[in-house]
């Protein structure tokens, strides 16, 4: 689940004191003599409350019905809270999880931290070579493991079928034709075009890749996010705003988004496959037929998504690190992805996964691993997770008109060479 990935990292800019109930405050430890697993697995779940949660708390559940004498505590954390909340309880030493899911970009952060535990030649890997190449390259760090991919994804354009009949419109490939798209929804039916959600930088980023751009190269060692692809990134989606092709939002977009979407005032947004659940919980897609799902339109330098994704890692200071490492394994079985794609659509991180009956036939899944196959991976370094809070604040104030899309991004840019030393 993405709600707010630059909220998160605004949150983590932030001292917040550490509170939540962790496998390592005690208890029993591991395993017996006999070999069997035994004591408590705290599992700190990130998913959405209300419809990725529910699937997860149960299979956490079921891994007791393998190994009867494990308890696993099942905590879902917010999101946007969790990044910070974890590192507060792995610095201080009380209160972290066995094992977390964790975004993507906060893996090497934490690894480099020495907060994860190292997984290979543990359980925790089985059948490492079936996993999708682009999601396990975000689970190493100088030279080790230090997380299992449990899904991946990246973004399109959901759309709203009945409107684009009623407008006579076809689906936009380009951001030329997003714009003339929703200037004859706004006149055929009175509704906005695009919800362009406008309090997270992550939303950014497609616009960033299809004009060529990016936030570093890391190879280089160098910022780009202010060069002249960034500030292009920035006026396409200024213009999207002031040419009233999309509204916009500074605070709570999640919410508005979903909302406004779910109710028919707006025709598009631009989302992923996490949000699929909730989106067919709103009035407008009782009849799930009606949400539509296309590539982001593409910029003047092709079509771009970033890679995004959950991996889930387990806490170096555990006490129950054979249990953990086997809890691990059992949320990234092939058969229990299956079940998560069945019932959320949510993307396997196993090859093996997608010819499996129930995820080959699923629509959003067959949509989405092409799109999946194609995205732009984000640097795998420790501060990728830190990159979005100086941007994000330079991203609203452009679409609000505070800051030119040059300043923005020359901000932007500063930023980051403080916090990555020694890069150009």
């Given at each position: 689940m993405r709600r707010g990935i630059a909220a998160t990292a605004l949150v983590a800019a932030m001292a917040l004191s550490a509170t939540a109930c962790g496998g390592n405050d005690g208890?029993?430890?591991?395993?017996?003599?006999?070999?069997?697993?035994?004591?408590?697995?705290?599992?700190?779940?990130?998913?959405?409350?209300?419809?990725?949660?529910?699937?997860?708390?149960?299979?956490?559940?079921?891994?007791?019905?393998?190994?009867?004498?494990?308890?696993?505590?099942?905590?879902?954390?917010?999101?946007?809270?969790?990044?910070?909340?974890?590192?507060?309880?792995?610095?201080?030493?009380?209160?972290?999880?066995?094992?977390?899911?964790s975004e993507v970009a906060w893996t090497p952060e934490f690894a480099d931290l020495g907060y994860l535990a190292p997984l290979d030649g543990t359980a925790a890997l089985k059948n490492e070579d079936d996993f999708?190449?682009?999601?396990?390259?975000?689970?190493?760090?100088n030279g080790k493991t230090y997380a299992v991919p449990q899904v991946i994804d990246s973004m399109g354009i959901f759309y709203n079928k009945k409107i684009f009949k009623e407008a006579s419109v076809e689906v936009p490939k380009t951001i030329d034709e997003l714009k003339s798209?929703?200037?004859?929804?706004?006149?055929?039916?009175?509704?906005?075009?695009?919800?362009?959600?406008?309090?997270?930088?992550?939303?950014?980023?497609?616009?960033?890749?299809?004009?060529?751009?990016?936030?570093?190269?890391?190879?280089?060692?160098?910022?780009?996010?202010?060069?002249?692809?960034?500030?292009?990134?920035?006026?396409?989606?200024?213009?999207?705003?002031?040419?009233?092709?999309?509204?916009?939002?500074?605070?709570?977009?999640?919410?508005?988004?979903?909302?406004?979407?779910?109710?028919?005032?707006?025709?598009m947004m631009i989302n992923g496959p996490w949000a699929v659940s909730d989106t067919y919980a709103g009035n407008e897609f009782k009849d799930k037929a009606n949400l539509g799902i296309a590539p982001v339109p593409a910029g003047s330098a092709g079509q771009g998504a970033p890679q995004?994704?959950?991996?889930?890692?387990?806490?170096?200071g555990s006490k129950n690190l054979d249990a953990s490492y086997a809890f691990t394994e059992y949320m990234t079985s092939?058969?229990?992805?299956?079940?998560?794609?069945?019932?959320?659509?949510?993307?396997?991180?196993?090859?093996?996964?997608?010819?499996?009956p129930g995820v080959a036939s699923n629509e959003i899944v067959g949509f989405f691993r092409p799109v999946v196959d194609k995205a732009v991976e984000r640097p795998w370094i420790p501060e990728t997770g830190s990159l979005f809070a100086p941007l994000v604040t330079e991203y609203t104030k452009v679409l609000t008109g505070q800051t030119t899309p040059?300043?923005?991004?020359?901000?932007?840019?500063?930023?980051?060479?403080?916090?990555?030393?020694?890069?150009?």
């Open positions: 208890g029993d430890a591991g395993k017996k003599s006999s070999g069997e697993l035994s004591g408590t697995v705290t599992w700190w779940d990130t998913s959405t409350v209300g419809s990725e949660d529910k699937v997860f708390k149960k299979l956490a559940e079921d891994f007791t019905k393998l190994h009867p004498k494990v308890t696993v505590k099942y905590v879902n954390v917010p999101f946007g809270e969790a990044q910070n909340k974890f590192k507060n309880a792995a610095q201080s030493g009380s209160g972290a999880p066995d094992v977390i899911r999708l190449k682009q999601a396990a390259a975000s689970t190493k760090y798209v929703s200037t004859k929804i706004k006149d055929k039916t009175g509704k906005t075009g695009l919800y362009l959600r406008g309090d997270d930088a992550y939303w950014f980023l497609s616009f960033l890749y299809g004009e060529g751009g990016d936030l570093v190269d890391a190879k280089a060692k160098k910022v780009t996010v202010d060069n002249a692809e960034g500030v292009k990134a920035m006026k396409v989606v200024k213009d999207l705003v002031d040419s009233k092709a999309a509204i916009t939002d500074a605070t709570n977009g999640w919410d508005n988004m979903q909302a406004a979407f779910k109710d028919g005032k707006v025709a995004g994704g959950h991996n889930l890692a387990v806490y170096a092939a058969e229990n992805q299956a079940k998560v794609a069945q019932q959320l659509s949510l993307l396997p991180t196993r090859n093996s996964v997608y010819s499996q040059e300043k923005g991004v020359k901000t932007t840019g500063d930023a980051y060479r403080k916090l990555l030393k020694d890069w150009k």
